[in-house]
């Protein structure tokens, strides 16, 4: 990564110096928010009601909306209604070993919830049985799933995800993964947590400007993942959920394009957000300027200066 801001840093001090154009990028978060924070949850066993109406009403009380792993042999309505009202998101949590399965599971569980299903992860991760890299990510993007997770180490923010076709690593035309999820849980046994680590790691990342993605079970841990989040200082972080967050990243540092018009330069994106989008352009002839798209709309023009 150190390599990589490197050659970035490098490759933007030569443009600066050289062309007439202007740098445009966006930056990672909606106005108003320097970090990000989701909470993914792997339903993977069963958890009473009052479990559920207890996470879901902590939840409102703090703002957050949260993703939802289901796996489609354990889904009941009650609970994929209870997500929904509380506007969190649903994703499929597969174990499939084949594509037929992977549809086959998703089309059980779009039957049952309202929201599209944009979003996918693996049950048991790279260390489940059946997983197969590169290839169940091909089974996705063939699949229509927009999100997934991409494993090991990297850095805190979205990314296409990449994997080999024909020898040569390339980046998907529509899947996103956001970063790599920090686990709260161990193990299923009662007090087999990280919070104690968690509780300086996630500051760390959200210090950083990053975008944290905090991975529990439902049914475990469930004071600590209580004491984690009321732990966490959330000024100016962007609590939401993982499919939001790609579809930010998506529409506004993987999609947007600057169209250079006779009277000046226009920023378009490729759908309306919910939130405002800042761009920092830079130029060598004038000083930096940000610049905004306002929630809804889908360009903006890059207000003219004067050279210094």
Known sequence: MEALRF????????HLTFADTPMVYALPYPEG??????????????VDSDGWRELMDFYD?????????ILS??????????????????????????ELELRRQAALLQRHICQPLDGVTIHGGPAGIGYRGSVHLEFFE????????????????????????DGVPMTTANLMAPP???????????????LDRLVKDIPDILHSGGYAVLMNHPDIHREA????????????????????????????????????????????????????????????????????????????????????
Not at 7 to 14: G, I, V
Not at 33 to 46: G, I, L, P
């Open 142 to 165: 063939r699949a229509g799933f927009s999100i997934t997770e991409a494993f090991g180490i990297r850095d805190v923010t979205a990314v296409p995800v990449a994997r080999i076709t």
């Open 73 to 98: 042999y354990l889904m009941p309505q009650n609970v994929l209604d209870l997500i929904e009202e509380r506007g969190h998101e649903i994703q499929l949590h597969c174990f499939a070993h084949d």
């Open 225 to 308: 993942l209580i004491e984690l989040i009321e732990a966490l200082n959330m000024d100016g972080c962007w609590k939401t959920t993982v499919r939001d967050a790609m579809r930010f990243a998506r529409a506004s540092r993987f999609r947007a394009r600057v169209r250079h018009l006779p009277t000046g330069h226009q920023i378009v994106i490729g759908e309306p957000l919910e939130h405002n989008c800042i761009f920092r352009v830079r130029q060598r002839t004038t000083s930096d300027q940000s610049v905004k798209i306002v929630a809804g709309q889908r360009t903006t023009l890059i207000p003219e200066q004067k050279g210094l």
């Open 7 to 14: 050659c970035l840093a490098l490759a933007e001090e030569h």
């Open 61 to 69: 009380c703090h703002g957050i909306r949260a993703s939802f792993g």
């Open 33 to 46: 928010f320097s970090c990000a924070f989701s909470v993914r949850h792997d339903y993977d066993r069963k």
């Open 180 to 194: 790599f999820h920090v686990s709260l849980d161990g193990s299923t046994r009662p007090g087999d947590h990280r």
